[in-house]
């Protein structure tokens, strides 16, 4: 079952000449994990408000678990949560007291005046989600007392405390700092794998999307890679040994025999397509080294922007 | 899964009703940890009715045919709580700037629950400064019985809609802080003059009468003064209409302005 679904999308901004999305069209199934990539200005947090409802579109059909976005936007507003790229919380309320003012509007709890009133289940919730995010500590203090990480922590556990259908992350780590985003993906996993949640992606760390589903790369508004990752890193780039010897003149002469193509950049680099255990065993001459490179997200992300122009709309 | 989302309410009615408690708690939650904002709501009245209301008591007291202190009191209540709601309504404009409002919106209620919300919010320190118009009226010698006044309040959540939701159609609109305070004046000094809040308007005509038959204020103040005059003898010459035409009058335009006011807003925020 599709979860999300984009039909040619289009947006044009009031005054603005050109589109900033232009005939998007992709789909996500249930439960997949789904990278929407692309360089500054591409159409992505774009992309997303009209997919979680907040910003009307020009043209083109968008469904969400089943619903359309303008007959039914409710019924998606139910099933999706979203962080947001810029901060979204109230910094004069305490962290729990956004965290309440969001429960409240899902419907998860009725409104009490305070924290000790809430019934157990809530006040467990949240104890429990701050506790894995890490600011059990920070949860009674007035947000505007709490570092960028830690807010960015508290609309996590926003996000995540209605238990959404489809999750939308707008660049969920941004001002993480490296333990905080190691627990917070720990925990989006966990959450995947307990509820089948859909969780749509944007980030600028493309490693962060180096396990998902399927990558899709936008750029000046229109789509321009949609495959998983292993296939985008084939298609762009090849894996490569990385060799030297003792006796460099006896290898590179011993690879042009063989009609294997490398490079010397430091050390000598052969690209290859078939298994590295084969092209290995060929080799007659001594190796002091020998690694193989597999070729990262990053890489295949920066060749097809390298390829295909960068800048953006 | 989780005990809190087996719990999650189905009734349609009951999340909207907590939406808007739960969106008026934290303006009044907002209100207290503002200590500018509380205090801006007690010297208002000190403003309003102990420079201005005083200045007009003594000079324009004599030969209209009632008490005019009284008759400014109740005007002034009403001026209080247009006003400072009003005010309040600003803060969607601050909403806006920490993206807060994106964070209402997104969420599965009717953008009504949190107008709704957010208006009876503000209200509260309307309410507040209501009360310090009463203690500076009863400083200047000016009171009220108290049976009629609790009858007054119980129809300021009300007045307090209606003030609201006529500050959304502007509002609503609006994006800077800056705009969003000239609005205010905006809103707020035609009703203060045409309504008949400290200025009777009994004998007034053409473009004016007009005028003040549009605004809410004009029948919240005059529904304030029927309850507050029935049985006494000025009641003829300071009430202008029947409380059920006031009544009537302010939830149509309650409406209008809400439903027109929400729809703006709504848009407003959506379609850039």
């Known amino acids: 079952m599709s979860m999300i679904e984009v039909s040619n ?48 579109k020009t043209s083109g059909k968008v469904k969400i678990a089943g619903f359309d976005i303008d007959s039914a936007a409710r019924q998606v507003r139910e099933k999706i949560g979203i962080i947001f790229q810029n901060p979204s919380l109230d910094p004069q309320l305490s962290a729990e007291e956004n965290i309440r003012f969001h429960a409240c509007l899902y419907g998860m709890c009725g409104y009490r005046p305070s924290f000790r009133l809430m019934p157990a289940a809530y006040r467990n919730k949240v104890m429990e989600l701050a506790e894995i995010v890490g600011i059990e500590d920070a949860m009674f203090k007035p947000v505007k007392k709490l570092s960028g990480g830690m807010q960015r922590k508290l609309e996590i556990i926003r996000s995540l405390i209605h238990t959404p259908d489809v999750l939308f992350l707008d660049e969920p780590t941004q001002g993480l700092d490296a333990v905080s985003r190691r627990s917070l993906w720990e925990y989006i996993d966990e959450t995947r794998g307990h509820f089948g949640t859909t969780v749509f992606l944007t980030t600028h760390y493309i490693d962060e999307a180096e396990n998902v589903d399927k990558v899709c790369i936008i750029n000046h508004g229109k789509i321009a890679a949609f495959s998983t990752p292993e296939e985008m890193k084939h298609s762009l780039l090849r894996q490569e040994l990385i060799l030297d010897a ?21 050390r000598i680099i052969v690209p290859y397509r078939e298994s590295a255990q084969s092209l290995i065993a060929r080799l007659q001459t001594r190796l002091t080294v020998l690694r193989i490179h597999e070729p990262t997200l990053e890489d295949a992300y920066v060749e097809f922007l390298n390829k295909t122009g960068r800048e953006a709309a | 899964m989780s005990e809190l989302v087996l719990r999650r309410k189905k009734s349609r009615v009951f999340r909207e009703a907590n939406t808007v408690v ?97 208006i009876l919010g503000a209200g509260f320190a309307a309410i507040i400064s209501m009360a310090g118009t009463l203690i500076v009226g009863l400083v200047m010698g000016i009171t009220l019985p108290v049976g009629k006044l609790l009858l007054v309040l119980a129809l300021s959540p009300l007045m307090c809609l209606s003030g609201g939701a ?40 053409g473009a004016l009468l007009v005028l003040n038959r549009l605004m809410p204020m004009t029948y919240c103040i005059d529904l304030a003064r029927a309850v507050l005059y029935v049985g006494s003898p000025e009641y003829g010459s300071v009430v202008m209409f029947n409380p059920a035409v006031n009544f009537a009058a302010i939830a149509a335009l309650t409406v209008v302005f809400l439903v027109a006011g929400t729809y703006f807003f709504a848009r407003s925020e959506k379609n850039r």
């Not at chain 1, 003792?246 to 430091?266: C, H, I, K, M, Y």
């Not at chain 2, 739960?22 to 940890?33: D, G, H, N």
């Not at chain 2, 005010?87 to 601050?94: E, I, K, Y």
């Open chain 2, 22 to 118: 739960a969106v008026m708690a934290r303006e009044i939650t907002v209100f207290f940890k503002s200590p500018g904002t509380a205090i801006m709501s007690l010297a208002m009245p000190l403003m309003m009715m102990g420079m201005i209301g005083g200045n007009l008591m003594q000079n324009m007291a004599g030969g209209i045919g009632f008490e005019f202190g009284e008759f400014m009191l109740v005007g002034m209540l009403v001026i209080m709580l247009f006003m400072v709601t009003t005010m309040g309504m600003t803060s969607l404009v601050d909403d806006h700037e920490i993206d807060f409002n994106q964070e209402m919106l997104v969420s599965p209620v009717s953008r009504y629950s949190l107008v709704i919300g957010k």
């Open chain 1, 9 to 56: 999308l289009v947006k044009q901004y009031k005054g603005a000449k050109a589109p900033s999305v232009d005939g998007v069209s992709f789909s996500v199934e249930k439960g997949e994990f789904f990278a929407f990539l692309g360089p500054n200005g591409a159409g992505k947090t774009t992309t997303i408000s009209i997919l979680t409802a907040t910003l009307s």
């Open chain 1, 246 to 266: 003792e006796d460099r003149a006896a290898l590179t002469n011993e690879l042009s025999a063989l009609g294997l193509p490398f490079t010397v950049n430091g």
């Open chain 2, 166 to 205: 006529l500050a959304m159609i502007i509002i609503g609109l609006i994006k800077s802080k800056r705009a969003a305070n000239l609005a205010v004046m905006l809103i707020t000094m035609p009703q203060m003059f045409l309504s008949g809040a400290i200025i009777p308007i009994n004998n007034s005509g």
